[in-house]
């Protein structure tokens, strides 16, 4: 069973004035307060974000956090870039790996994870620094550290909790199984998810998958920065053996993880004005390739089966569906509707950029469409997958959470259930 250390208190020390005295560059999150830091032996855990949407970058965040607090280090977390961005720069510059279109984004126009993320709360859990620049400028102000740097292509291979040995045959089958269900031809790979490019020249036209051990590899590493490169941290799935930790780590994400004070705020106003109860959906329709086959009927039917109207006529509809004429066969079954732009004065987002404006309203809906009574989302999109993962998290009682509501996988069994 794996044991889990609290950081020294030592290497850590309170400022009189921790808000006036303490540079941006020495303030760390710690026990849900700023402290001003002493980084006399601290070693620090980070990544470069991966680029894409909110749901990609929270990927490679959430994976940070559980390693960080894993390995003892202290977490040093990046702003969120906006999707339309990023998507931007992809069209005009033609480049396909979403890091380094990341990369080129300054920092007037990211959006600091705090606006996002609970880092107050987060602290309770594990030190937490926060890098609000540009990440050239991030990898400029940490050089002088020592810097270890992994990159692993969580398409190519596999990350494990500890690596079996040799004679765990039963272990070598249950990874075995994984490997041939779960992970592509690196021949296959989209251009985006071509990173670790050393790693796919050695592993690129072989059979053979390697296998990374997290306590392995990553133990003993001295280095004052452990730097996980190209985004590689933005990996679906990390399996571990050891069931005892994964509930520790479930219980850690659900506890600890949560959105930033203001989005909390406003929703909470946007919910008591829709009132309870209330249903709500979500529907993509114009950028993804699954979306223009799905029908009013779709959401209709089961809304209908969760005898939803019998409940409540209220329905919030999240979407990126600009025709609102496309919803009236909401409105003729008896629906009363409501959209985000019902709530203008709340969900309204001053001094920040159209593209991250619409970034957090989207989070802003999601928590909104996580409180609703029945929801019924696009099976297609992680938008409606972190939902889902809300609103098991409203509804906690201990236990595992299964795909794709977590990226930690016991792989204790062959079908993960038990």
């Not at 992970?183 to 036209?205: H, M, S, T, V």
């Amino acid at each position: 069973m794996m044991k889990f250390r609290l950081n020294s208190s030592s290497q850590w020390r309170r400022s009189l004035d921790y808000e006036i005295m303490c540079l941006s560059k020495q303030r760390v999150y710690i026990n849900g307060r700023f402290v001003c830091e002493n980084n006399q032996g601290v070693k620090y855990l980070s990544y470069q974000p991966p680029g894409g949407g909110w749901n990609n970058q929270r990927v490679a965040f959430e994976n940070a956090v559980i390693l960080a607090k894993l390995l003892n280090r202290t977490l040093i977390v990046h702003p969120l870039a906006p999707h339309q961005e990023i998507l931007r720069l992809k069209r005009s510059r033609k480049i396909s790996a979403g890091y380094e279109i990341y990369n080129m984004i300054p920092a007037s126009k990211l959006l600091p994870l705090s606006k996002v993320i609970d880092l107050k709360e987060l602290s309770k859990l594990l030190p937490v620094k926060e890098v609000i620049s540009s990440h050239q400028q991030f990898v400029k102000d940490y050089h002088h550290l020592t810097w270890r740097q992994v990159c692993h292509n969580g398409l190519v291979g596999v990350w494990v909790d500890a690596i079996p040995k040799k004679t765990d045959k039963e272990r070598w089958t249950l990874l075995q199984q994984h490997i041939n269900s779960n992970l592509p031809n690196p021949a296959d790979l989209p251009l985006y998810r071509r990173i670790c490019r050393e790693e796919l020249k050695q592993f690129g036209n072989s059979s053979f998958r390697p296998v990374w051990g997290i306590w392995d590899e990553l133990s003993d590493k001295q280095e004052e920065m452990l730097y996980f490169s190209e985004g590689s941290l933005y990996n679906r799935e990390l399996l571990f053996f050891d069931k005892h930790a994964v509930l520790s780590i479930h219980d850690w994400t659900i506890r600890f993880i949560h959105f930033a004070p203001d989005i909390r705020k406003r929703v909470k106003t946007v919910l008591q004005m829709i009132g309870r109860p209330f249903s709500a959906i979500h529907v993509r329709r114009t950028d993804h390739p699954s979306s223009s086959g799905v029908k009013q009927e779709f959401w209709l039917n089961r809304l209908k089966a969760r005898n939803a109207l019998n409940l409540t006529k209220t329905l919030y509809i999240a979407t990126d569906e600009q025709n609102k004429d496309w919803f009236k066969p909401f409105s003729d079954e008896g629906y009363n509707l409501f959209f985000p732009e019902d709530f203008l004065n709340e969900l309204r987002f001053e001094n920040e950029g159209p593209a991250i404006v619409q970034d957090i309203l989207g989070l802003c809906e999601q928590l909104i469409c996580a409180y609703a009574d029945h929801f019924v989302g696009s099976y297609y999109s992680t938008f409606t997958m972190y939902i889902k993962r809300l609103r098991r998290q409203f509804s906690w009682k201990n236990g595992m959470l299964k795909k794709p509501e977590t990226t930690i996988v016991w792989i204790g069994s062959t079908d993960n259930k038990s």
